[in-house]
């Protein structure tokens, strides 16, 4: 990568909201930056259960990093694949070559994590990618089309029964997406079939759903899943999946469409760091975020577990990555400077989750929001956080679309016509 | 296929313009309509090249083929591939089961022809349906990223090198389109390459562009495209293809981004009919549209070729598709109701290609027009033909939006990542 070499060269990893925040506090100042990711996209991965329920498009949650960082003359941005992190020697090895670094920023992000049934990821899907996204939208559409060409009663019924495996926000706003398309977009869009009698089933192995939020906002989020048609069953420990039933120890669910929401691991990145890791695969990071015994190197967002707050690791969201993204560019500034790092600190502004039109759940410091004003107050959060004019006006169209018409604007099954299944 | 059996039973394959209007004529009348497609979308096939140079959306152009025909009731829709037209039983073999029908109408469309050599399909794709087109962004888009990380000199000029086989009007959009891109959309994203230098061919075979328009206006579109650094060069015979160059007899040109615009030939059902067919795979159908010997069953659109009004067939383009469909869908009527069949005429209202901004050429009777006012007329014309609100004014907002900023909406790369090349 020949670029002149009179500032102190500072390689990030990932384009994700670590890695992009990172790189906005790095430009215009004096160093070379160059930010490394295997898609040319930052993706806005709050939204991204949207795509995969039809509600957006993919192009209306990413966008270009070239784009975000045109401006930004001290940065070039190289769609790349890292191979290995060679500490010792301050280089990284690349699908094709390698590039050496005065100070690196680690922001690959997480994977899912099957807790050691990798055979389940090809019957029950996860949720990191557009493509992702994508592949469930497919087979959530497609098995609505299977179930209208089925003479079969017991297989109809498996087409029409989703599962939703894991309780946290990514399968309770998975789940709800669900129940309105069934209940309110598709109802009167076939002619054999009732989608309205399509079964939805949210699992939660722990005693309730959003088990991070405040237990009466848990209570609000089930009601408000319930009047969307979806069963939740806590305690349910899913001990098999197979192509098309869901196993809770001796109780089969028979059912053609499952997700999984249930468990993340940092990615696989990390384990060449030969740093200590937690048992997700996270780097044990130091409270200025630097891998321990390597100060030039930080690891941030997903792929740290950061102790040093409050004993547990920081929560995989995005506003946890954006200030640690700023926090790990600052430090780079001050080691470079001959300065000492800062610790980091996390301000909690808030948390939030939305299950469908006009239902929500937020808490706000002491304030527990739950319907309605939790609903509006998610709406504005995502719409400002979202990069770009652009994105953010077809995103409230979108929404203002749906809203106003009960419509999905991105109904498609693309990808390969592998008939059912 | 259980529905009551009262009404005579009309199968339509296909959801393109030809089965989409046979489908709407026949809503609300006295028939059973079943519209088959392997796709739940209707496909806006003319703006299709938008898509592939990452200045629309998929969903802006797509339409699920259920939403459209929601409230026609004598209308179901199955999503299902046809194997086989057994028009001596009056049924078709699908990938499960089969299905009987009083009347039939074929519009299945067209697919790629590489005039006997397949072989370069792999390295120059066509542009027919949305995963060809994703597939052309992800290839235009991954060569400037590959460039940018190149550097050996010849191997970064092949990757800025791209080259459109065929001069018609897909051939011309696509070309015209990828000099905007390089000249305009990404000109200051890159740090280490100069995409304006990128290099575009447009290849056509013939003495010039856009051959079925009068010459003024084949010359008319070269200069435009020149203005957008496209080289036109016609009497172009390519005699071979490979992964990284085009061949005109002894003469080569290193190229990473290679489109296929050059030719089409009618979908491989009609091969199973054993009726008639001409050169390009079409059914040679009766005055009235109707297979020989058969006239309860109809070809139309890109699926057949009528001679019947000029001696030559007519163009593959929508509005023939169009009238054949509502045409078909007449004579179907007519014959269940035991009338004769009307033969088809059709009603040339004009042909338009489009280039670039502000820059397009159109035939409307005698009037030839090209530059701004041909521009503003296709802009026109595309609005008001594109299937539902959302979709047109989304459409025009991205339009005005690319047209105030020069940027280009949906440069996603999608896809599995399979490293450059």
Redesign the interface.
Known sequence: ???PAALPHVVIVGGGFGGLYAARALARRPVRVTLLD????HLFQPLLYQVATAAL????I?T?L??VL?KA?NI?V????IQKVDLANCRLVL??GEIGYDALVLAAGASHSYFGHDDWEVFAPGLKT??DA?EIRRRV??AY??A??E?DGAEQQALLTSVVIGGGPTGVELAGALGEISRQT?A?????IDPTKARILLLEGGARILTTFPESLSHSAEDALRRLGVEVRTKAIVTRVTADAVWLGGEQIRARTVLWAAGVAAAPLARTLGAPLDGAGRVLVEPDLSVPGHPEAFAIGDMCAFLHQTGTPLPGVAPVAIQQGRAAADNVLRRLNGQPSRPFRYRDKGSMATIGRAAAVAVVGRLKLSGLIAWLAWLFVHIMFLIGF?NR??VL?EWA?AYV?W?R?????????R?RG
Chains 1, 2 share one sequence.
């Not at 498009?57 to 209306?60: E, F, I, L, Q, R």
């Not at 190289?78 to 694949?81: F, T, V, Y």
């Open positions: 990568m020949t670029r295997r898609r040319n996209h498009n993919p192009s209306d990413a270009p070239r784009s045109r003359t070039t190289l769609l790349a694949e699908d094709r557009l493509e994508l559409l497609l089309e299977a209208e060409r003479h598709i009167r869009d076939f002619r054999l652009r006006f077809l169209f679309w018409t419509h604007g991105a109904r498609l099954i693309t990808g390969p016509w008939g």
